[in-house]
């Protein structure tokens, strides 16, 4: 079994880490289940997996990310991100339990959010450090923060980092209103059976990676948390930055040029720059297998 770590920050803590040296995206990938948004997929099949989209939103994700960019799974180190983990299973089994139901086995087992890590380890032969965090700061920043850290070992030369987030009813309401803590941040605005899942496979800057990210100074944005300041304000854990990056990415590697990620208010932004060369091949590659 590949050895897992889970990791736990808290909203209380003020001071961000901020990257110490630029990072290179080699690939993103989305999936989202019962959202409503553009490109809502069936929920994928994971075999040992049941009931919730946590897992399966999860492996496709990364699935795709790591299709796109087969590379050295023994150097290759991964994280995952969300507030509470899997909580459609949580709230099931705990259900079943105070009904007086049997409990279903295969719901302890996929409890964990190390469970679909050990999965992704060996569908791909993964053998690279695998942690799980729980956050209430901004996901994106934790995640890039470790991507940071785990880089600096020299046997680690790519992190896949990915974030899930569920929907779910009054009980999970509860929940976000209990760790918000009066803040006055909302639960996820998302149907109860829905799920989105976002990955990015990161490495330092070079060769493969046309679009770098690097740390920026705090972002005054007073509450607006969104890439293009539209006034969303994002409630604990939410991984929409996660999705504006892969959004931003995109973006970067057909337009070029740079632009400027916010996270939380008052929190590190991060800067996305693409490599005009680099991004040119891939504009070039991408057209050419368009017409193929």
Do not use: W
Request: hydrophobic share 35%; glycine share 10%.
């Amino acid at each position: 079994m590949t050895p897992t770590e889970n990791t736990t920050t808290t909203a209380e803590n003020s001071h961000k880490t901020v990257l110490r040296s630029p990072l290179g995206i080699l690939s993103t990938a989305t999936a989202t289940h019962g959202t409503g948004r553009d490109g809502d997929i069936p929920l994928p099949r994971l075999p040992g997996f049941v009931e919730s989209a946590f897992s399966p939103l999860a492996y496709e994700a990364a699935r795709l990310c790591l299709a796109e960019q087969p590379g050295d799974a023994a150097r290759t180190a991964v994280a995952l991100a969300s507030t509470a983990g899997d909580t459609t299973t949580a709230d099931l089994a705990s259900s079943r339990m105070v009904s007086g139901r049997v409990h279903n086995p295969l719901l302890f087992m996929q409890a964990t959010p190390n469970s679909v890590l050990g999965y992704l380890s060996r569908e791909f032969g993964i053998t690279g450090q695998m942690f799980s965090l729980s956050t209430l700061d901004d996901p994106l920043t934790e995640l890039l923060s470790m991507a940071d850290l785990l880089l600096e070992d020299p046997e680690v030369d790519r992190v896949l980092v990915m974030g899930v987030e569920l929907g779910g009813g009054e009980r999970l309401a509860a929940v976000y209103e209990e760790l918000a803590d009066g803040h006055g941040q909302p639960a996820p605005a998302l149907p109860a059976d829905a799920g989105l899942a976002a990955a990015v496979l990161l490495s330092r800057p070079g060769t493969g990676t046309p679009v770098s990210v690097r740390s920026a100074e705090a972002y005054e944005n007073d509450g607006d948390t969104s890439a293009d300041g539209t006034g969303t304000r994002a409630h604990p854990g939410s991984i929409q930055s996660l999705f504006d990056l892969v959004g931003l990415h995109r973006r970067l590697l057909q337009e070029g040029g740079s632009h400027l990620l916010p996270t939380d208010s008052r929190a590190p932004a991060f800067l996305l720059t693409a490599d005009t060369e680099a991004t040119t091949i891939t504009r070039n590659e991408t057209e050419t297998h368009a017409h193929q």
